[in-house]
């Protein structure tokens, strides 16, 4: 297993746009290595509920009396915050996707990189895994997250090569499902979107997104903040419209003057790391940070 958990993305960045208040109430949905949730309490938060559904994330776990952890998926934001009894945050943080641990744990099978079962569920406890989706979907459906997902202009063809494939033998492992995609090995952009895509699928990254959101919404006090960290341009693209209208559907609502009802002031609006990070931090090239204040 790798020694770095993960280093946070635009760290200082996302600090400065949650402008923690001291003694207020936080929220991190990503703990992860928990880089961001440590600088959250640095900053003077009065409490801070750290999500991951990842039970690996506990080996990063904060000795701080101020610090919660709750093992779960963030899509129950609401149900948790009632259960502690808090009816209003001061800020969320969501730095989506998965951690480095995932990409450099070769058994979770996160990479094409190395040999694995494909297995890509953040959830270790989770049902159903990329195996189960590869082996199991309809060529259409398998086409659709393709397209979708992994934004694969070529998604037709490659759930056709894949389908092809699985009815002589199963696709089992990571180096089957790069074998059955007939991509080539030197188009690892293409795989690594290959492997995106029923990543996403698996663990039901965009719906458990849109609930998040939502409850985020409407537990965020007026003044509080909510930082999000993107890393492809769906989600990206989810979080824009939502963070600019305050609903799903993306629809701006006015009032009879011509005034933006949306219940959010946009902060950052796609903010990208700095040079010099990308240079110490490769992966963070394609994050993207958005903030905005509750009204
Ligand atoms: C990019 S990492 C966060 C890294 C973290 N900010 C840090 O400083 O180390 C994303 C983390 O969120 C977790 N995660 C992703 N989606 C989740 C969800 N729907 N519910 C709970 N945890 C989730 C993953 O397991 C992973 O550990």
């Known amino acids: 297993m790798n020694t770095v958990y993960h280093i946070p993305a635009m760290l200082k960045e996302t600090i400065e746009g949650l402008n923690i208040k001291s003694e207020g109430i936080y929220v991190d949905v990503t703990f992860g290595g928990g880089g961001h949730s440590r600088a959250i309490l640095e900053a003077g938060a009065g409490h801070l509920y750290s999500f991951d559904q990842d039970a690996d994330a506990l080996s990063n776990a904060i000795d701080d009396e101020r610090w919660t952890f709750v093992h779960s998926n963030f899509r129950y934001l609401r149900n948790w915050m009632d259960y502690y009894g808090v009816k209003e945050i001061d800020g969320l943080l969501a730095d989506l996707g998965v951690s480095f641990h995932h990409f450099d744990c070769p058994e979770?099978?996160?990479?094409?990189?190395?040999?694995?079962?494909?297995?890509?569920?953040?959830?270790?406890?989770?049902?159903?895994?990329?195996?189960?989706?590869?082996?199991?979907?309809?060529?259409?459906?398998?086409?659709?997250?393709?397209?979708?997902?992994?934004?694969?202009?070529?998604?037709?063809?490659?759930?056709?090569?894949?389908?092809?494939?699985?009815?002589?033998?199963?696709?089992?492992?990571?180096?089957?499902?790069?074998?059955?995609?007939?991509?080539?090995?030197?188009?690892?952009?293409?795989?690594?979107?290959?492997?995106?895509?029923?990543?996403?699928?698996?663990?039901?990254?965009?719906?458990?997104?849109?609930?998040?959101?939502?409850?985020?919404?409407?537990?965020?006090?007026?003044?509080?903040?909510?930082?999000?960290?993107?890393?492809?341009?769906?989600?990206?693209?989810?979080?824009?419209?939502?963070?600019?209208?305050?609903?799903?559907?993306?629809?701006?609502?006015?009032?009879?003057?011509?005034?933006n009802l949306s219940p959010f002031e946009l902060i950052e609006k796609g903010r990208e790391a700095s040079e010099e990070e990308v240079a110490r931090n490769p992966r963070s090239r394609s994050a993207k940070l958005r903030v905005a204040e509750k009204k």
């Not at 996160?110 to 494909?118: D, T, V, Y």
């Not at 030197?186 to 990254?205: C, G, M, P, T, Y």
């Open 108 to 259: 979770r099978g996160f990479s094409f990189r190395f040999s694995a079962p494909l297995d890509m569920r953040m959830n270790q406890t989770a049902k159903r895994t990329a195996t189960d989706i590869v082996n199991g979907y309809s060529e259409e459906e398998l086409a659709k997250i393709l397209y979708l997902y992994g934004e694969l202009k070529n998604g037709r063809q490659i759930a056709h090569n894949i389908c092809l494939s699985r009815s002589k033998n199963p696709i089992l492992r990571t180096e089957d499902l790069v074998a059955a995609s007939r991509i080539p090995a030197e188009r690892s952009k293409e795989l690594a979107r290959l492997f995106q895509a029923l990543r996403i699928e698996v663990n039901d990254e965009l719906s458990a997104l849109r609930e998040m959101l939502v409850a985020a919404r409407d537990l965020l006090k007026p003044g509080g903040r909510i930082a999000i960290l993107t890393y492809h341009s769906l989600e990206d693209r989810l979080v824009k419209n939502f963070l600019r209208s305050g609903n799903l559907e993306g629809t701006i609502e006015k009032d009879f003057y011509g005034n």
